[in-house]
């Protein structure tokens, strides 16, 4: 359950980010979700793979790899 509550808080953070980002260059609002939630689910796959990983590798070039993968 928790790894799913990460999921939708990393997923959101990720939604935001990515509109503001978006939203400054056009100079206008962008909605850059794909569902009808404020959520990108790729920023919450990658925070979640990142979270695992992280718990049994100690090497941050290995993490790095694995996350870029």
Not at 33 to 39: C, M, V
Not at 54 to 68: A, P, V
């Amino acid at each position: 359950m928790l790894i799913f509550i990460y999921f939708i808080i990393y997923s959101f953070l990720g939604y935001i980010c990515e509109v503001i980002f978006c939203s400054v260059g056009q100079r206008r609002l962008v909605n850059r979700g794909i569902l009808y939630l404020p959520i990108c689910p790729i920023y919450g796959v990658g925070a979640i793979i990142v979270l695992l990983v992280y718990r049994y590798i100690n090497n941050y070039l290995l993490i790095f790899i694995i996350s870029f993968i």
